[in-house]
């Protein structure tokens, strides 16, 4: 039994006229007010943006991104266009515990006091341990970070804890920042971080080594929170993960992006390496002035 318009529109109590105005704009699109066609433009903007930036970016950051690129556009319209989308941010775990205190081990003293800023790169590194889960068993990721532009400096993924594993990521970063002197190092009393290799390396290496206290997260802040966007960002979107290759094969991609193309706002919605940038562009001049 085939009903009217008319009749349909009075049980769902529209007019008429309502039905008549959608179906000719649905067949005649350009008829459609200026905010459709605004919205129509900017949504492939914001899922290109979204996409390029590993589908980890939510709402702020895709806006800070598109006015970056010099988009004008209101943060509550990325709002709803990414709702009507239906693609959102990465959002972070909780955390894990990968490294042991040793409480045997000679510990240096606690030099960042929670601190965590620098007025130059190279002056304040922190370093840390995270795992993953894989299929042929547990694989860990050390992380060195310079605190001034947020920067991983130096990584390694190892199928081993040992200190080893730590040594590699320093080494790496030594040699990315042509072996600085002078560089304060803070990380958690884990025993691979207080043990006599690693002790031995920071002192040859001309670093002042420093460490938080016992089962408090908030000494190493700042490493912790990397790990996070790590785990949330790589590990828990993209796995599940076969084995280390594929681990360290995707870690490679995400320090990249991280580093050169991740807004982050504790620097100013700028990537990393741009921060770093426009610290020696500024010290340029002002040494030629």
């Known amino acids: 039994m085939l009903h009217g318009v008319e009749p349909i529109c009075r049980v769902l109590q529209i007019a008429p006229s309502t039905y008549y105005r959608c179906k000719s704009l649905e067949a005649q699109p350009e008829r459609r007010c200026q905010r459709y066609h605004q ?19 939510g709402i702020r950051k ?11 556009v209101a943060r509550c319209t990325v709002a709803r266009l990414m709702s009507t989308l239906g693609i959102q ?15 045997s081990a000679a510990k240096p003293l606690e030099l ?10 190279n002056q304040l590194w922190v370093a840390d341990i995270t795992y993953v889960a894989t299929w042929s068993g547990f694989v860990y990721v050390a992380f060195v970070i310079d605190v001034f532009s ?17 040594l590699d990521a320093l080494e790496q970063a030594l040699w990315a920042r042509g072996k600085p002197k002078g560089v304060i190092h803070h990380s958690d009393r884990g ?20 460490v938080g206290s016992v089962g408090d997260s908030y000494d190493n802040a ?44 504790s620097i100013g919605d700028i990537p990393p390496a741009e921060y770093e940038e426009n610290y020696y562009r500024q010290l340029t001049q002002d040494t030629a002035a």
């Open 39 to 57: 919205d129509e433009a900017l949504k492939p903007e914001i899922l290109r943006v979204w996409q390029d930036n590993r589908q980890c970016y």
């Open 62 to 72: 895709v806006w800070k991104q598109l006015k970056r690129e010099d988009f004008t």
């Open 89 to 103: 941010g990465v959002r972070r775990g909780s955390r894990c515990i990968t490294t042991i205190p040793d409480d």
């Open 112 to 121: 960042v006091k929670r601190e965590f800023s620098a007025n130059r790169p």
């Open 150 to 166: 947020r920067k991983i400096v130096g990584w390694r993924v190892m199928k081993s804890m040992q200190t080893q594993l730590i």
């Open 191 to 210: 025993s691979q971080y207080v043990s006599i290799r690693y002790s031995e390396r920071l002192s040859e290496a001309g670093f002042t080594a420093s």
């Open 222 to 265: 700042l490493a912790e929170t990397i790990n996070g966007l790590y785990k949330a960002e790589v590990i828990y979107k993209d796995g599940p993960w076969r084995g280390l290759e594929q681990v360290e094969l995707a870690t490679l991609d995400w320090v990249d992006w991280f580093n050169n193309r991740r807004l982050l706002s």
